[in-house]
């Protein structure tokens, strides 16, 4: 559990915003291209198996990365 004293909740929401939801969308682009590529695999009833630890972890550098640079050209057009 977690206490969030008043008048903090404005602050949280800005992060929430500006930098997960710009995360999350980039986030969904390397998973799209992933499922996109020829690197999933298939069982045998042609179900797509779970990426492997490290494609994910992949994912999320790119994803941190690119964040950085989405929120650095916003900032310095600000």
Request: charged share 20%; hydrophobic share 35%.
């Amino acid at each position: 559990m977690c206490v969030i004293p008043g008048g903090l909740t404005l602050y949280l929401q800005a992060g929430d915003i500006g930098i997960y939801k710009t995360f999350k969308d980039l986030l969904y682009v390397e998973i799209n291209t992933w499922k996109e590529s020829d690197k999933v695999e298939y069982t045998r009833l042609g179900n797509p198996r779970v990426p492997s630890v490290g494609t994910v972890c992949q994912w999320i550098k790119n994803a941190w990365r690119d964040t950085d640079a989405v929120l650095e050209i916003h900032v310095n057009s600000s």
